[in-house]
């Protein structure tokens, strides 16, 4: 439970980081919405890599990898809603605005899609390196 708790709020953490920097930083900036430089996208994004490499450390078993999965796309699709009803400046309120049912489905089934691939991308490369699962401890 610890582990999953800790991976949602490193997600939390990185997708809020963004959505910050993108608000605070890139659209005051911007001469108009087609006009995202890719530096500056790079840069967007940046705190998310981190955390998602961040989490790619935690799961220590296969099954860990679909609790956390299901737990970051549950988590994730959640704060996207918030963000979106808030207003909060950011990409994904379009969806979740106009069809909020489409949203409601499609949000935590591509998210949990996109976490386990990548968690189990990162869970075999440490297995490769020769690090067992139960080496990570946190």
């Not at 919405?33 to 955390?51: G, H, I």
């Amino acid at each position: 439970m610890r582990r999953v708790l800790l991976a949602v709020a490193i997600a939390i953490a990185g997708i809020w980081a963004v959505q910050t920097i993108y608000a605070g930083l890139i659209v005051p900036r911007l001469p108009s919405w087609q006009s995202v430089p890719l530096a500056w996208t790079a840069l967007e994004y940046l705190p998310l890599l981190v955390a998602a490499l961040a989490i790619g450390f935690l799961p220590r078993s296969w099954g860990e990898i679909g609790v956390l999965s299901a737990a970051l796309a549950v988590a994730t699709t959640l704060f996207g809603f918030l963000m979106a009803y808030s207003r909060w400046t950011g990409s994904g309120m379009g969806l979740q605005l106009e069809r909020p049912l489409l949203a409601t489905v499609a949000s935590p089934v591509g998210f949990f899609v996109l976490w386990g691939a990548w968690l189990s991308v990162m869970f075999l490369v440490r297995q490769r390196a020769g690090h067992a699962s139960t080496d990570w401890k946190i």
